[in-house]
């Protein structure tokens, strides 16, 4: 029952200034996200993973610092998160996996110690090997949570959306419409708990809930009606003249997905050298075709695009440099130094420079958050800089 | 016209099958992909590519079935009625995450499956999809799982419309039985919610099939491991999920099925001007 | 093959020529010919055989009593009836040469831009801004161009400072200003606007309302717009638009629609503001249409220099509810300041007073929603601490300002007996404090206990929550905002429901902003500001003289003590050799 009012009063208003676009771009970011999936994913070199988790990890301190010093609620949507931090994710995360991967797997040559064999799948030895590589597993799963929290806080749901192919307009303006009511939703809930309190309401068990969660629902519907006549009023496509999907679109989504079932069993069951990646292109070409062209139907434009810029761009070589990396053997790379296996026996990671330098391409959204951080700091930081040459 | 129609209905089929077809296939790799890779005597190296393709192919599945979904052309007032519901739904789900008690127990899938059943599959499946993105944007627990949680919860939307004839076969609509039916189906999807949720995982613990320890392991071995790691890991939380949405479903149901079948004419209506022969005369009359 | 559509567009070059400036001259913006429009499932048509011409470039208000079409009228003209409402529609329409429902309301948009009653549920995006720059997008505007038109609006507007503030965080007044200007982004020729004050306070109507004469005066703007604050409205209106219950619509000018016609083409008199009624009784011609005009009658006049002040309620009697030194807020900023407030069994108490002075605050208070930080609250001489709201609010009712909030059952009886189960009584017992049948019958909703509570009018929903809170028979009510959304005869019944209770001894507290409900009921008016009581004293005196507070009738006799037409018309009709006091005093009644 306390949740709601809390965020009641985190939308409470406050300092509201305008919002200054965000230095990186949302496809930048998203290049970016995607990159540290890749290297993740492939690579289990505690070396790698060590350097990818810093680079995420000093990025997150940087965004808290903005943030801090960002004029309350200035482009949020003054929601408290209430997800665990990384941190908090990380330990539990690692010593879950490290736990199951060395009950279960009893490989290894430095065993700890020994479990009752009769014991189904924990009975065995258990071994540093694979509480170790378990760890590993945690650790990337780890860096892959902090990244997604990363993103979600440094871009604006606005841009998020606006990523969205132009054939999901619709779907883009259900996800807006979603966000922007989340604040009156609050508000509306808080007042039907009054309304029913003075009517003699009490909290009591599930059913309770019913004279809270139905005229919550009502009322939604009922603004939604209101909401979809202003809409229509000021022009957004009414259901008749959206264009439909017509059959030609349909069939090249059929076709598109035969085209990639069979190019899937091709490659990777039959494993055809050339048919199987060429279906699988063709498949993938078709239905791209097939959102386009559903796109070419929408006529909406964008009154406030992000900007590209130099640093954009930069962020975005920068993590295709590093994806390609993990993905593909290159010249004067040892890709092999990424899989790393504790097993049989431990060894110590190879570290290989080509590869160590090659994370550093994620590194580019530090440096922007840096100068961003040093801009907002300018006038603020004189003051602190003076106190400390007193001293 | 008609045979238009019925052609658009049946391509609209087999896209949704296409597409739940290759999404499972694509969700349930690490269960045949390892035992590819062990049959063939090529080695691990040609399937290393494996979870990458599959990775992509999901999301173009999703992406098709979106496109599929909103194709048949979304009115202002469904795109409306989806944004309010979707903001009521995603406000629903900070109970399962601030809440430490219930386990696996979340709200959410009570909305996702009434709208589901009500309003068709097409707005089930985008109210199931968008109410986690939504939610995990404003909750902030936006992750790696998302888009998983996103199809599989589109899934469980778009699903419930099976419950639709079962209802009415039995000849239980309106009466508690409708109820019932639709409570089971909610405990049902409960339990495979969390059974899908943790295949994505499920890699991360054991490594990607190109690490893959123990060689000797097959296609059955996986299962068998999966199943133990899913009892030790999330059986318990599930069951509570379970048993949350058949009470759920059972308390709330009647109530909010009411009210969205209330609703349902108000949001869907097909409407049909008459210009009678009089406004023809007084149109002239005005041009002259 | 079917011959393409005909141009939509009709030529109209051979109306507008050289007669400059005579208004018969000027084309119709919108020409509606025998339109009959049926809403679904209806047995009877919402609007029967209508023929309406509206002239561009005016500002025309339209009137009339709720569920006389006033709201589909305005939506035919975009089209949004019957495309979005469905049903069967009749005639022919022209809306500035459009058909709308050809048109559809896409294409139309660009032509009216049509603004609505709540500012909350009209909004899709969630900064100034993006807002207003929807429509454009919508439109498929290249993005030079709108940025030049979403510049151009913001200024109209007034917006400019608030462009990058988010929606939620605004007051209603600025809420529906950027609504208007989102509808006028596209510069449609026509604004229509559907009752776009009823949700806010006065002041913020008033802003509201001035911008709207600014665009009209201004820029030509045609102003088609649905208000029932006809006081506020009528000096700058160029016509009235008369939509009756029954019978052909008038279009004319204001002071002719509330003449002395026969009352069949006249706006009646419980529509007319006070001054407007005053005037007809006495018989002021031209008809005045502000105070200014109006003080130039009633300084002719001989009137009283001031009245006694009334005898103050029983004051030595113990109050029902009472505070004492009260501090309360939310969280950590405390709203009210040490106040001392009490109501006592048989008086009406009104609060006034502006936005955020804490006049909600001490409801709130008085029922334990808002917990004393200092000082403390007492029922009945008890203090309420430790008591849940549930307990107090068996003695003590509260109507929110949304009663929509309270209403969820499927019909009214059920939301009576959900409250008494609350309660813990037995809704089929014997033992209750209140027959509900005859509770519904006091409300006038005996016919209505097994409807839908959602699908009533805003008044019958209104009293269908004052049945589901008075069905505890408390000793007190509380009402936040009780006239918001009225229309005049729902407010009629109102007012005599609350006279009423007070003479069978119920205290009722009333927080409001309007000034004539506080002139006609109340016993006492508390004004405050910033948390403190700064006045609390009869509605003679405190009503009579505040010129912010001051009723229509208060202005036109300052220093008479006069707050209602009945209070001036009382004192005429007393005085027979009075100049101006005629015999047809109109029936309040009806």
């Known amino acids: 029952m306390s949740i709601p009012r809390d965020f009641a009063r985190g939308i409470a208003p406050g300092p509201n200034r305008s919002y200054a676009p965000p230095p990186i771009h949302a496809a930048a970011w998203g290049t970016w996200l995607a990159a540290v999936v890749v290297v993740l994913a492939v690579t289990r070199n505690p070396l790698y993973l060590l350097f990818t988790l810093t680079w995420i990890g000093w990025a997150t301190l940087l965004v808290n610092r903005i943030a801090q010093n960002a004029a309350p609620g200035a482009d949020t949507l003054g929601l408290p998160p209430v997800q665990f931090s990384p941190l908090t994710f990380g330990l539990v995360v690692v010593t879950l996996s490290a736990l199951f991967n060395g009950l279960n797997v009893h490989v290894g040559t430095h065993v700890l110690f020994r479990l009752p064999r009769g014991w189904p799948l924990i009975g065995g030895p258990i071994t540093a090997e694979a509480l170790l590589y378990g760890a590993l597993n945690g650790l990337a799963l780890t860096g892959l949570f902090a990244a997604f929290v990363l993103l979600n806080r440094v871009v604006p749901v606005r841009n998020l959306v606006r990523l969205a192919p132009r054939a999901f307009y619709p779907v883009a303006v259900v996800v807006t419409i979603a966000v922007t009511f989340v604040p009156a939703t609050v508000r509306q809930f808080a007042s039907i708990r009054e309304a029913q309190a003075i009517r003699g309401h009490r909290v009591r068990g599930m059913r309770s809930w019913l004279p809270l969660m139905l005229p919550l629902l009502i009322g939604g519907m009922e603004r939604a009606l209101q909401l979809a006549e202003a809409m229509m009023a000021r022009g957004f496509a009414a259901g008749d003249e959206q264009p439909q999907s017509t059959l030609w679109v349909r069939a090249a989504l059929i076709l598109g997905m035969v085209a990639l079932l069979a190019g899937m069993l091709l490659h990777l069951v039959w494993r055809m050298p050339v048919w199987g990646p060429v279906l699988l292109l063709v498949g993938a070409l078709l239905i791209g075709g097939a959102v386009w062209r559903m796109g070419q139907g929408q006529t909406y434009t964008v009154y406030r695009p992000t900007a590209w810029r130099v640093q954009d761009s930069v962020i975005c070589g920068g993590a295709l440099l590093t994806a390609l990396a993990f993905l593909v053997e290159l010249p004067g790379l040892a890709r092999t130094s990424a899989l790393y296996y504790p097993y049989p026996a431990l060894t110590w990671p190879q570290l290989d420079l080509g590869m160590g330098l090659s994370t550093w391409g994620l590194l580019p959204p530090v440096f922007v958050l840096l100068w961003s951080l040093a801009k907002q700091d300018g006038p603020a930081n004189g003051a602190d800089v003076s106190d400390v040459s007193e001293q | 016209m008609t045979r238009t129609s019925t052609l658009a209905t049946w391509m609209s089929g087999a896209i949704f099958l296409l597409a739940t077809l290759m999404g499972l296939v694509a969700f349930l790799y690490p269960f045949w992909v390892p035992a590819l890779a062990q049959s063939g005597n090529t080695g691990l190296a040609h399937s290393q590519d494996a979870p990458y393709v599959l990775a992509l192919l999901t999301g173009i599945c999703f992406v098709v079935l979106l496109l599929e979904v909103q194709g048949a052309g979304m009115s202002a007032k469904t795109v409306a009625l989806l944004g309010v519901l979707i903001s009521i739904n995603s406000l629903l789900r900070f109970v399962d995450l601030a809440v430490p008690g219930p386990g696996g127990f979340s709200p959410i899938f009570?909305?996702?499956?009434?709208?589901?059943?009500?309003?068709?599959?097409?707005?089930?499946?985008?109210?199931?999809?968008?109410?986690?993105?939504?939610?995990?944007?404003?909750?902030?627990?936006?992750?790696?799982?998302?888009?998983?949680?996103?199809?599989?919860?589109?899934?469980?939307?778009?699903?419930?419309?099976?419950?639709?004839?079962?209802?009415?076969?039995?000849?239980?609509?309106?009466?508690?039985?409708?109820?019932?039916?639709?409570?089971?189906?909610?405990?049902?999807?409960?339990?495979?919610?969390?059974?899908?949720?943790?295949?994505?995982?499920?890699?991360?613990?054991?490594?990607?099939?190109?690490?893959?320890?123990?060689?000797?392991?097959?296609?059955?071995?996986?299962?068998?491991?999966?199943?133990?790691?899913?009892?030790?890991?999330?059986?318990?939380?599930?069951?509570?999920?379970?048993?949350?949405?058949?009470?759920?479903?059972?308390?709330?149901?009647?109530?909010?099925?009411?009210?969205?079948?209330?609703?349902?004419?108000?949001?869907?209506?097909?409407?049909?001007?008459?210009?009678?022969?009089?406004s023809q005369t007084v149109s002239q009359a005005n041009d002259a | 093959m079917q011959p393409r559509q005909p141009a939509l567009r009709h030529s109209f070059t051979g109306v507008i020529d050289g007669a400059a400036g005579a208004p018969a001259a000027l084309p119709s913006a919108v020409d509606f010919r025998q339109v009959r429009y049926t809403y679904p499932e209806a047995a009877t048509p919402a609007l029967d055989q209508i023929d309406v011409q509206l002239p561009e470039g005016e500002l025309i208000v339209v009137v009339g009593p709720s569920g006389a079409g006033k709201s589909t009228l305005l939506r035919l003209v975009n089209g949004l009836a019957p495309h979005f409402s469905g049903g069967h529609l009749q005639g022919s329409l022209r809306v500035l040469g459009l058909d709308p429902v050809v048109a559809t309301p896409r294409l139309m948009s660009r032509e009216v831009g049509f603004v609505f009653q709540d500012p909350e549920n009209q909004f899709v995006m969630d900064r100034v801004e993006d807002e207003i720059a929807f429509a454009l997008e919508n439109a498929g505007m290249a993005r030079q161009e709108m940025r030049i038109r979403v510049e151009e609006t913001l200024d109209l507007l007034d917006l400019a400072p608030l462009r990058g503030r988010r929606l939620d965080m605004l007051s209603g007044g600025e809420r529906q200003r950027v609504a208007i200007a989102a509808a006028l982004a596209l510069r449609p020729r026509i604004l229509v606007l559907d009752e776009p004050t009823s949700q806010l306070d006065p002041k913020s109507a008033e802003d509201v309302l001035a911008a709207l004469v600014r665009l009209n005066t201004d820029l030509g703007l045609t102003v088609l717009l649905a208000e029932h604050r006809l006081e506020r409205v009528l000096p700058y209106a160029d016509r009235v638009l008369y939509l009756p219950q029954e019978g052909a619509p008038r279009l004319d000018t204001p002071r002719a629609l509330l003449g002395d016609e026969p009352a069949a083409t006249t706006i009646p008199v419980a529509l007319s503001p006070p001054l407007v009624r005053l005037a007809k009784t006495l018989g002021w011609e031209p008809l005045p249409l502000t105070v200014k005009e109006g003080l130039a009658w009633s300084r002719q006049l001989r009137v009283p220099t001031a009245r006694g002040a009334q005898p103050p309620v029983a004051a030595d009697t113990q109050p029902i509810l009472s505070t004492h030194n009260l501090h309360a807020g939310y969280g950590d900023c405390p709203v009210l300041h040490g106040t001392d407030f009490a109501v006592r069994g048989g008086e009406i108490v009104v609060l006034l007073g502006r936005n955020g002075s804490g006049k909600t605050t001490l409801l709130k208070s008085l029922v334990g929603l808002i917990r004393p930080q200092r000082g403390e609250v007492r029922l009945q001489g008890v203090s309420i601490k430790g008591k849940d709201v549930a307990d107090i609010c068996r003695q003590v009712g509260y109507l929110p300002q949304d009663p929509n909030q309270l209403l969820f059952a499927d019909t009214v009886a059920e939301e009576m007996a959900i409250t008494l189960r609350n309660h813990g009584y037995d809704p089929r017992g014997y033992d209750l404090p209140i027959a509900p049948q005859t509770l519904l019958e006091r409300l006038g909703l005996a016919h209505k206990a097994h409807a839908y509570p959602r699908d009533m009018s805003v008044g019958e929903r209104q009293r269908a929550a004052l049945a589901a809170i008075l069905v505890t028979r408390p000793q007190a009510l509380l009402l936040d905002e009780p006239t918001r959304g009225l229309d005049y005869a729902a407010k009629a019944r109102l007012r005599s429901l609350l006279e009423e209770w007070r003479g069978e001894g119920m205290g009722i507290v009333i927080v409001t902003h309007d000034v004539e409900l506080a002139a006609e009921v109340a016993d006492r008016v508390v004004l405050m500001s910033q948390g403190e009581i700064i006045a609390d004293g009869d509605p003679y005196t405190i009503l009579g003289s505040s010129p912010l507070f001051a009723s229509q009738v208060a202005r036109l006799f300052p220093g008479t003590g006069w707050l209602t037409v009945e209070d001036a018309l009382d004192y005429f009709r007393g005085q027979t050799h009075a100049p101006y006091a005629t015999d047809d005093y109109p029936d309040e009644g009806a």
């Open chain 2, 110 to 278: 009570l909305l996702i499956i009434l709208v589901g059943y009500i309003y068709g599959p097409r707005l089930g499946f985008l109210m199931g999809a968008l109410t986690l993105l939504v939610s995990s944007i404003i909750t902030g627990a936006m992750g790696p799982w998302l888009p998983y949680q996103m199809f599989t919860a589109g899934w469980i939307g778009m699903s419930a419309v099976i419950c639709r004839p079962l209802v009415g076969g039995l000849g239980m609509r309106g009466r508690l039985g409708e109820v019932v039916v639709l409570a089971l189906f909610a405990g049902l999807w409960g339990l495979l919610y969390g059974v899908i949720m943790n295949i994505w995982f499920w890699p991360f613990v054991v490594g990607t099939p190109d690490q893959y320890w123990e060689p000797g392991i097959g296609g059955m071995q996986t299962v068998q491991r999966y199943a133990v790691f899913y009892a030790v890991t999330s059986l318990g939380w599930d069951l509570v999920r379970m048993a949350g949405n058949v009470v759920l479903l059972l308390v709330f149901g009647g109530p909010v099925l009411r009210v969205l079948q209330r609703f349902q004419r108000r949001f869907t209506f097909v409407y049909s001007p008459v210009s009678q022969p009089v």
